[in-house]
């Protein structure tokens, strides 16, 4: 009887493993047609419920607290809650965040979030709202949370899902991913490592429009980052396929920040009497230098004048 359990387990181990090998090589021929643009549209692919203005101000007081968007982010909302690919592009602390989080109060699944480090995950982790629950898959975690993460996925309790990209391109987050209700929306924070990682050493980013798209089915996607040169900004919006009209620019320059720049042959003494002049450096001030032993100087300098 023990040997007869113990085939049967055997058999159902194979089987298990052999539609999972379908599955990934089902996965694969989607990403290899996409790429060669071979993939068309699902003709019975639902079209994203449309939620009006007055239900986003409704769920950004309700949840988030908020009478009113900030620059740029009911725009770049309305484009993603239409399915629209989407770029914004906004200073450091201009709520980027919001654009992906409000949509998991709207779409029906999970919203899949790519960063590039696990120190960001785990500050976005920890800054989400009440009621929205995340997540993450990583390599540092053991078997058993991995384990539930994935059972919270596929009873549809987890709203936002981080992950590093090379964690998309593992044949296990495929098969999770076609097990799962799909992803609505994609979105890559820190949107500017397309640009400047993606040729050096981490490639995965030059993969990110065929495995989302191609693999993956997910229509939208939202890039996120507060900085991108228009140089930057061609590098993404083309290899994630984002239109140009897609791209929503706001709050680059802070109010509070003043920009002026001066040509000086006598440097320490154009800084002295910058010091000495200026009131707002009379509180405490950072000095900063291109090279240490410039730094140094400036130091001593500061120093022995008195400021």
């Not at 387990?9 to 996965?27: E, G």
């Not at 629209?84 to 109060?105: E, H, N, R, V, W």
């Not at 993450?136 to 994935?150: C, F, I, K, Y």
Request: hydrophobic content about 45%; proline content about 4%.
């Amino acid at each position: 009887m023990a040997e007869c359990s113990a085939l049967i387990d055997k058999y159902k181990a194979l089987a298990s493993a052999a539609r999972d090998a379908r599955d990934i090589a089902a996965a694969h021929a989607e990403e290899a047609a996409f790429a060669a643009g071979e993939v068309a549209e699902e003709e019975d692919e639902e079209a994203p419920k449309e939620v009006t203005s007055q239900e986003m101000r409704e769920t950004l007081q309700k949840v988030f607290g908020h009478k009113d968007f900030r620059s740029g982010q009911e725009e770049a909302l309305t484009r993603v809650l239409k399915g629209q690919s989407t770029l914004l592009i906004c200073a450091t602390g201009g709520g980027k965040s919001l654009c992906f989080q409000l949509p998991a109060c709207h779409v029906g699944g999970a919203i899949l979030v790519v960063s590039p480090l696990l120190s960001l995950i785990t500050d976005q982790l920890q800054h989400l709202p009440p009621g929205i629950t995340g997540a993450t898959l990583n390599s540092a975690q053991t078997m058993h949370e991995r384990q539930g993460v994935v059972d919270a996925l596929k009873q549809g309790r987890i709203h936002v899902l981080f992950v590093a990209p090379e964690q998309l391109m593992t044949d296990n987050f495929v098969v999770l991913a076609k097990s799962i209700t799909p992803f609505k929306l994609a979105c890559i924070d820190e949107a500017h490592c397309v640009s400047e990682w993606a040729h050096n050493f981490r490639p995965s980013y030059l993969r990110l429009k065929n495995i989302l798209q191609g693999t993956l089915r997910i229509r939208t996607i939202l890039a996120l980052t507060a900085t991108a040169t228009r140089a930057m900004e061609r590098d993404i919006i083309a290899c994630l396929g984002i239109e140009a009209s897609g791209v929503v620019r706001a709050g680059l320059l802070r109010p509070n920040l003043h920009l002026s720049v001066s040509a000086e042959t006598e440097r320490q003494l154009a800084l002295l009497n910058l010091l000495e002049r200026d009131p707002r450096f009379k509180t405490a001030s950072i000095l900063k230098s291109p090279l240490i032993r410039e730094s140094n100087a400036v130091s001593i300098t500061v120093s022995i004048t008195g400021h």
